[in-house]
């Protein structure tokens, strides 16, 4: 593999080696446009889409593991870590898994049966390769009402669809450390559902390791006092955290317009700004905190392009279109 257009610059994760693992989300296409990039700043990978239960397991008696493979033999080659995600999830679940013969929905045991046997066959199929899960994917609401999103599995199962997959990942591989993953986890209303859910977990003995905190944040958004108070407020648990799908949206949330074709020169100074503030608060907790993954490597391919506003090209990573570092990179390794 030819690195020759990093060679002089500071690996990404050699810059945090004594605090985090460095990761990045790949998929079929970056594994191979940006393979260079993966191998000589990162040392951990996880599957953006391929390794989710509709990839697997498209069908009853239907697993298809090639593209999760690729991305566990690219992993073994460049002496990389993988993060798993993610076993249980509203979406991305074909609908063969809710649905019984006459295609009424299937019944509780049923259910649990079948999220066993997928997660004894996916789990085992990595076991000891695999250092770690998002076992259930967002399952807290965003409703002010709600605790618990409404879902087939929570409709189904109740609650218990959520202890129940912590017990069976940890069966197919003891050794794996397990998360709950989410969304506006720094947020304090959703932040204190987060919480209760996960503290409840570890009341009744639930093989629950951490805490995924996604941090789709953008420029301002959340506060740095919000993020402070969810990593202590997490961490007071007695769990790991980690970071899960960092990104920095050039984007404010109410920002909608679709009429640049490149980053301004302010938002890049903004973006540098936010990236030193936030690694920086991480440092403070890295005994606690060890890993980071971005989701995605290079602005020249990221979710939120076109997302949630069609049309718009966004810059939200460390790397530019060129998959060359960017000032926010800059900033971090000379910290």
């Not at 218990?160 to 990942?169: D, L, W």
């Amino acid at each position: 593999m030819d690195n020759s257009r990093y060679e002089g610059s500071l690996k990404l994760h050699k810059s945090f080696s004594q605090q985090f693992l460095i990761g990045a989300a790949v998929n079929m296409k970056t594994l191979v446009t940006q393979r260079e990039l993966l191998a000589y700043h990162f040392n951990s990978l996880t599957a953006e889409n391929e390794m989710k239960f509709e990839r697997l397991h498209p069908a009853e008696h239907q697993y298809t593991f090639e593209d999760a493979d690729r991305i566990m033999n690219f992993a073994k080659v460049n002496g990389m870590q993988v993060r798993g995600h993610t076993l249980v999830w509203h979406n991305q679940t074909p609908a063969w898994v809710f649905e019984n013969e006459t295609g009424g929905l299937v019944d509780r045991d049923t259910l649990l049966e079948r999220m066993k046997a997928h997660i004894n066959t996916v789990v085992g199929r990595y076991k000891g390769q695999i250092y770690a899960w998002d076992v259930v994917n967002e399952a807290v609401s965003d409703s002010s009402e709600e605790q618990l999103r409404s879902s087939k599995w929570f409709d189904i199962v109740g609650e218990e669809f959520i202890s129940k997959a912590f017990e069976y990942a940890h069966e197919a591989d003891p050794e794996a450390l397990l998360f709950y993953n989410d969304y506006n986890e720094s947020v304090p209303e959703k932040r204190e559902k987060i919480y209760r859910l996960v503290k409840s977990l570890k009341e009744k003995g639930v093989p629950i390791h951490g805490i995924g905190l996604q941090a789709h944040w953008n420029l301002s958004h959340p506060s740095l006092h919000d993020i402070r108070t969810a990593i202590e407020r997490y961490a007071s648990l007695g769990l790991k955290l980690h970071i899960t799908e960092m990104d920095v949206s050039v984007f404010e949330f109410e920002d909608k317009r679709t009429d640049l074709i490149s980053p301004t020169s302010e938002m890049m100074s903004l973006q540098e700004d936010r990236y030193s503030q936030l690694f920086q608060l991480f440092c403070e907790y890295s005994n606690v905190l060890t890993s980071v993954t971005f989701w995605g490597a290079a602005d020249d391919y990221t979710w939120l392009d076109n997302f949630p506003v069609r049309g718009r090209k966004n810059w939200p990573l460390l790397f530019d279109k060129e998959q060359l570092p960017k000032g926010s990179y800059h900033k971090l390794v000379s910290r």
